[in-house]
């Protein structure tokens, strides 16, 4: 993994975007790898002009172009939804990002930090599918903690208060023993 766990850290939950999203991603670019090529298959048949311009030759490869083009951005999407992920732990939030090939973004929260917890679900395929959003608000300037698209989102932040309650119940603890 992209960073290392605390003495004693216990990992409560790993999640990805909703699969959802991925598949709304594929279901355009399926859309485009039709709709483009037989667009210009039907401008190549049935306009001359386009028909003399281009020899079939030349279709063909940007066709094959087009392909690849269509396979690396898939490509893309894929590797961006495998690789975006969030863990709570029994002491911080981690989110971890790709922003681009070769570049990730590790971010960390400590759960002591958090001030509030929102979770929104919008549009009928969110509710439909149970996902949303996740908001923690932090103390402090920091920004806010982000959770895009979470499955299950309600279950998320019952689990990041549980933590949070069982964290605070140790410090809790560990300051009346001293």
Known sequence: MAFQLRPNEKVLLIQRRHWFTIFIEFLWIGLLAVLVPLVTLWLQSSSELLSNLF?????????????????????????????????????????IELKSFFNRLVTTMNLDRIQDIKVSTR???????????????TAGTEADF??????????????????LKERSSKDTQRSLTK
């Open 55 to 95: 020899v079939d030759w030349m279709i063909v490869l940007l066709l094959v172009m087009y392909y690849q083009l269509i396979l690396i951005i898939s490509f893309t999407f894929l590797a961006d939804y495998y690789l975006d992920i969030w863990i709570v732990t029994d002491q911080r939030l981690i989110r």
């Open 123 to 137: 549009g009928f395929f969110a509710t439909l599918l149970s996902y949303g959003d996740i908001k923690v608000q």
């Open 146 to 163: 982000v959770f895009f698209h979470t499955p299950r989102p309600q279950d998320t932040k019952n689990v990041i208060y549980k933590a």
